[in-house]
């Protein structure tokens, strides 16, 4: 069991798969961001209308695949069609929308960890945060380490609670909303996900006495980096995996 004492995540993880220097959420990326010494991927996960978990950044499919309106919408058969690689360049043409399925097999035949943050399409929160968590407790059956599953939704991770207590939740934070460490707390979070600009000495502080480890998104430069180890956060999720090796 993951808890923030029994914490067995390492510190750097490649957003995405590996930010933008491959297809974001392609298994294109996280081969890329593997080959960067990554041992951690960050991916973005919701449903299939026909409840196929798969990973999409947005609601829709035009910016980052050949298909078009809601990704919820379309039976994974389709999805499983489009092109989800030449939008970024030429070379990673025919790379496709992978599953979860296809996530974790990569990632436990790499002995490499996952973060799934849940990101329902818009009324199907709670649904998603189920689906997900009955998915990966089913994937992730018998491994000692499980997927971290985080999202902006408490829904979600309300749904993910009910669903699979057992699997570590982290809620993700673009700001600090009235009541947000309650919140956590209610939803046996293991973690705070903030955006980094929101870390400092009070709110570290605040994380950590309330017993949730503290990990940041989206850090890219090398000052933000420094300021956040000096902070003693625990996780830093970047897009550059090129400029930031992840040792220790
Ligand atoms: O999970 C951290 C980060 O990915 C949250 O923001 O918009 O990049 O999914 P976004
Ligand atoms: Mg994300």
Redesign the pocket.
């Known amino acids: 069991q993951v808890t923030a004492h029994h914490w067995p995540y390492p510190r750097w993880i490649a ?2 798969g590996a930010g933008k220097l491959a297809p974001e959420n392609t298994l294109a990326a996280f081969r890329l961001g593997a080959q960067h010494g990554y041992r951690m991927y ?1 991916c ?1 996960v919701k449903l299939s209308a026909d409840g196929v978990p798969f990973l999409l ?1 947005d609601d829709t499919l035009e910016r980052t695949s050949t298909g078009t309106g809601l990704g919820g919408d379309h039976a994974w058969g389709a999805l499983a069609q489009l092109d989800a690689g030449s939008w970024h360049s030429r070379s990673y043409a025919g790379e496709t929308l992978p599953t979860l399925d296809n996530i974790a097999a990569f990632c436990l035949r790499n002995g490499h960890f996952l ?1 799934i ?1 849940i ?1 329902p399409t818009t009324g199907l929160e709670r649904l998603t945060g189920e689906a997900v968590a009955h998915h990966a407790s089913r994937l992730w059956r018998g491994q000692a380490v499980p997927p971290l599953l ?1 999202s ?1 939704s408490t829904d979600a991770l309300h749904g993910a609670l009910a669903a699979q207590p057992a699997l570590p939740r982290g809620l ?1 934070l673009d700001e600090l909303w009235d009541g947000w460490l309650d919140a956590a707390q209610q939803l046996g979070c293991v973690a705070i ?1 903030c955006n980094y600009r929101l870390w400092n000495a009070d709110t570290v502080g605040q994380a950590k006495a309330a017993g949730m480890r503290t990990l940041s ?2 850090v890219n430069d090398a000052e933000s980096v420094q300021r956040l180890i000096d902070l003693e956060t625990d996780g830093l ?1 970047t897009d550059r995996v090129d400029l930031f090796s992840p040792v220790a």
């Open positions: 957003h995405r960050e973005d950044h973060n943050e990101k985080s902006f993700l996900i998104y989206t999720i």
